[in-house]
């Protein structure tokens, strides 16, 4: 199975500071069709997971554009500019490049 | 607006059956695959597999062949998770979440497993 491997597990912010979070692949997640089927996902505190990301940079249906994607293969970054308060909870990068489709351990942003 | 809303909470004892269920509106049933995503009290989301809905097929991830059963109810737009069997490692909040890119989630059903 690919492992995602997501750095930080824990990242402590200040309102309105830049925060990245990483999630690196044990396989390239190139598709043979030529996408890179990586996603980001939030979790606030007793809700269900909210899809920020899709195919690497692409941004979910009213997802405010502070959040961004970016990278490639097996590398990639989930970056925040600027935090507001309701952008705290964890975060999980996914694959589904490669059955299983497999998660990151997760990285929880909290006030510093 | 696309809504997935799921059954309630279940209180069970180890070797019952549940039976999860997830009603999907605001956009055409068959059109988009359903996921199912296991998460365990303060842990992570584990894919368990997923269902497509225009023919019914499941398909499980490893870790869920044997006791677990995808199923439809295309006509009611609902697709189903029953576990039989239960286990105390089954205690968990089960999601489900539509196509691969989980664009929709539904609000989760809880099962608590105890003797």
């Known amino acids: 199975d690919v492992v995602l491997t997501q750095t930080p597990s824990i990242l402590s912010a200040t309102i309105g500071q830049s925060v990245s979070i990483s999630c690196r692949s044990s396989q390239s997640l190139l598709d043979s069709d030529g996408n890179t089927y990586l996603y980001w996902f939030l979790q606030r505190p007793g809700q269900s997971p909210q899809r920020l990301i899709y195919l690497v940079s692409n941004l979910g249906s009213g997802v405010p554009n502070r959040f961004s994607g970016s990278g490639s293969g097996t590398d990639f970054t989930l970056k925040i500019s600027g935090v507001e308060a309701e952008d705290l909870g964890v975060y999980y990068c996914m694959q589904a490049t490669h059955a299983p489709y497999t998660f990151g351990a997760g990285t929880k942003l909290e006030l510093k | 607006q696309i809504q997935l809303v799921q059954s309630g909470p279940e209180l069970k004892k180890p070797g019952e059956s549940v039976k999860i269920s997830c009603k999907a509106s605001?956009?055409?049933?068959?059109?988009?695959?359903m996921h199912w995503v296991k998460q365990a009290p303060g842990k992570g989301l584990k894919w368990m597999g997923w269902?497509?809905?225009?023919?019914?097929?499941?398909t499980y991830a490893d870790d869920f062949k044997g006791r677990f059963v995808f199923s439809l109810e295309a006509s009611a737009s609902t697709a189903n998770l029953q576990i039989s069997n239960l286990k105390n490692e089954d205690t968990a909040t089960y999601f489900c979440?539509?196509?691969?890119?989980?664009?929709?989630w539904g609000q989760g059903a809880s099962v608590t497993v105890s003797s």
């Open positions: 269902i497509n809905t225009y023919t019914g097929k499941p």
């Open positions: 605001g956009y055409t049933f068959t059109d988009y695959a």
């Open positions: 979440a539509r196509r691969g890119g989980m664009d929709a």
